[in-house]
Every structure is written in structure tokens, then in C-alpha cells.
């Protein structure tokens, strides 16, 4: 049964929302002082965290809810909802900004403020730099998607305050302010990067991609427990709900071998199998006698 997300889970996600929020406030202020729209890019994005991380608060508590009678899987899908909705925002600011670089860069624009501009920006760097490790330390930990790819978006964020201070700078030493938009365009093109990776990560997820490297794990595991006990198996397949890994497979019996120990065999390799797998995991085996194998692994016509 789901549990209720752990306290470092509930506390890196509020933190990581209440400082979004206060880092906005100052981006905007800062764009408005300067009229840059290399910050402005910065806080374009920004806006598009604030409202994903209020998603993605909701969707960790929401993803720790148990099975029901309409959820027999439990919720924990959401997680792979709430990646791809902070992809997908992520890439509409890619092209908000990138649009606006452009504008600028044709029509020109003054900039003013530029020391404040760069101490503000410069600050919420460095914030969202240590908020951004923290998040991805903590969903490492925890095995959390959700979490993770909040810590990405963070980090995401970092780099794009980082091409502003560049611009600024660049403006500064040269007094020329094509530089504002030049970097405002390459800050856009992380953010689309980033939107994009989120959307085919929550893609895959939805649709039930195999993870290769969790498929070399189980069946080098299942290898070793059916050469112990003289065994085969077959039909593997596996799936990543955002907190559970869900697991099945055909495991072949000799005949003359009784039901009891066959079941305590085969109890003793599903526990053996779930152990590896974090934070949760499910594994299903069907038990056959090996004069009633079947080596059909045509999902379709099985």
C-alpha cells in the first residue's frame, strides 16, 4: 500500500515553491527596471515554474495515495502528468521569450538599471543553484521522478540567469546592447531543450517504455535464481508506474516438483526481485510444469 510522501519530500517541494514564488517577484521587478529582455526571459520562465511546481506539489501528495476500487494500480501515474506539464510550460516560455528576443533585437531597446538588474539575477542563481541540487539529491534518494524533474527545471533555470548575466556583462564592456537579445535567443533554446526532454520522459512513462538497464538488472537476477534451483523462466516484461515498478514472468517448473515448493520457490525469487527495485516494487510470476511450457512472448496474440 501507498504511503504518505516522506518529510524531506514534502519539504523540498514547499520550499522549492514558496522560493519560486519570491524569485519571480524579484525577476519581474528586475525586467521592468531594466528592460532587458534577456531578464525578461529569466522571468518569463519563471512564471511557467511557479505555476508547474504548484502542480507538482499537488501531484507528490496526490501520487502517494493508495489503490482504490477505481485506481486498482494506485496514483502514482500522475508523476509522469506532472513532468510532462512542466515540460510543456517549460517550451511555451522557450517560445514566448524567443519571439520577444527577436522583436527586440530588430527593433532595438535601452537599457537601463543594469547593476541592479545583474545583483538580482545574480541572487537567484545562486538560490535556485543550491534549491536545484538539493531537489535532484532528494529525488535520487527517494526514487522520485517527480521530484527529480522539478530539480531540473530548477537547474534549467539557473543556466538561463547565468546567460543574462553574461548578456549584461557583454553589454557593459562593449555598450553594445544586441547582446541582451543574442543571449535572451540562447536561453531560450535551453529552455526548449529541457521542455522537450521532460515531454519525451513523461511520454515514455505514460506509455509504459521499458527502462533497458532495470531489464538487464532482472534478468541477470533471474539468471542466477533459476540456475540455483534448476529453473527457466520466460515472457518477462516490466513497467514504471512514477513510484512502482510492476514486474511479471513465467517461471517453468519440473514436473515431478510439488505445487507447495514450487510456490515457495518462486515467493522466495519474487521477493528476491522486488528488493531490487526502488522505491516500491510489484512482481507477478505464473507457474507452469515444463511439459505445459509455452514460449509464446507475442503480447498481442497471448
Known amino acids: 500500500m501507498s504511503q504518505a510522501p ?13 522560493i519560486a514564488i519570491v524569485l519571480l517577484v524579484l525577476k519581474v521587478v528586475a525586467a521592468v527596471m531594466t528592460g532587458s529582455s534577456a531578464i525578461y526571459s529569466d522571468a518569463a520562465e519563471s512564471v ?14 496526490f501520487s502517494h495515495k493508495p489503490s482504490d476500487d477505481t ?14 506539464l512542466e515540460g510543456a ?30 545583483a538580482l539575477t545574480g541572487g537567484a542563481a545562486l538560490v535556485n543553484g543550491i534549491l536545484g541540487l538539493t531537489l535532484i539529491r532528494v529525488g535520487n534518494r527517494r526514487k522520485s521522478k517527480l521530484i527529480r524533474a522539478n530539480g531540473e527545471h530548477v537547474l534549467s533555470d539557473v543556466w538561463t540567469s547565468v546567460a543574462v548575466l553574461v548578456a549584461l556583462v557583454l553589454v557593459l564592456l562593449t555598450q553594445w546592447p544586441g ?21 519525451r ?19 541477470e537476477l533471474l539468471d542466477a535464481g533459476c540456475e540455483k534451483d534448476g529453473l527457466s523462466y520466460h515472457n518477462l516484461r ?21 505445487v507447495a515448493r514450487a510456490h515457495e520457490i ?7 526481485v522486488a528488493a531490487t527495485l526502488e522505491p516500491d516494487g510489484r512482481v507477478i510470476t505464473h507457474l507452469e510444469p515444463r511439459s505445459a511450457e509455452h514460449h509464446e512472448e507475442d503480447w498481442e496474440v497471448r
Open 89 to 118: 510550460m517549460i517550451s511555451a516560455a522557450a517560445l514566448l521569450i524567443g519571439y520577444e528576443a527577436l522583436r527586440q533585437f530588430v527593433a532595438g531597446v535601452a537599457l537601463e538599471s543594469l547593476g541592479i538588474g545583474m
Open 179 to 199: 547582446w541582451d537579445p543574442i543571449f535572451a535567443l540562447l536561453a531560450a533554446g535551453k529552455l526548449l531543450w529541457t521542455g522537450m526532454k521532460l515531454l
Open 266 to 272: 518462486a515467493t522466495a525469487i519474487e521477493a528476491e
Open 6 to 18: 516522506s518529510d524531506d519530500q514534502t519539504r523540498v517541494m514547499n520550499w522549492s515553491l514558496g
Open 238 to 258: 516490466h513497467r514504471h508506474s512514477g513510484r512502482t515498478h510492476w514486474v511479471e514472468f513465467h517461471l517453468v517448473f519440473p514436473d515431478e516438483m510439488s
Open 71 to 84: 485506481h486498482h494500480f494506485g496514483h502514482d501515474k500522475v508523476a509522469f502528468i506532472s513532468s510532462g
Open 201 to 219: 520522459e513523461s511520454f515514455a512513462g505514460l506509455m509504459d517504455e521499458a527502462d533497458l538497464e532495470v531489464e538487464k538488472q532482472l534478468r
Open 48 to 61: 511557467a515554474h511557479v505555476l508547474a511546481v504548484g502542480f507538482a506539489a499537488w501531484a507528490l501528495r
